[in-house]
């Protein structure tokens, strides 16, 4: 059984930061894409920024400057540094993972349970 791990969330006034962190467990032979996706009530999930196991990152126009991803490959970890917090940035974080279970079995995308984030203007 695969688990993503959230860790970090909180309140925070506007301009202020916060680091969400994510950790991967369980059995596996690899994990490709990690990624912090968000999701407001009653609005779709978006992807705010991902990086693949070679390290090449993908943000969205709404966070560019602000936020940074990282990750850790040697304890399947992923970071979300959030900077220069809006109000609008208010929802609730998920951690996703692509990953390689079984040779025999195609790539698993999970989610993490999600961590509430609530920046105050």
């Known amino acids: 059984q695969v688990q993503l791990v959230e860790s970090g969330g909180g309140l925070v006034q506007a301009g202020g930061s916060l680091r969400l962190s994510c950790k991967a467990s369980?059995?596996?032979?690899?994990?490709?894409?990690m990624a912090w996706y968000r999701q407001a009530p009653g609005k779709e999930r978006e992807m705010v920024a991902s990086?693949?196991?070679?390290?090449?990152?993908y943000y969205a126009d709404s966070v560019k400057g602000r936020f940074t991803i990282s990750r850790d490959n040697t304890k399947n970890t992923v970071d979300l540094q959030m900077n220069s917090l809006k109000p609008e940035d208010t929802d609730i974080y998920y951690c996703?993972?692509?990953?390689?279970?079984?040779?025999?079995?195609?790539?698993?995308?999970?989610y993490g349970q999600g961590t509430q984030v609530t920046v105050s203007s």
């Open positions: 996703n993972a692509e990953i390689k279970i079984s040779p025999f079995r195609p790539t698993h995308n999970k």
């Open positions: 369980g059995t596996f032979i690899r994990i490709n894409t």
């Open positions: 990086v693949t196991s070679g390290g090449s990152t």
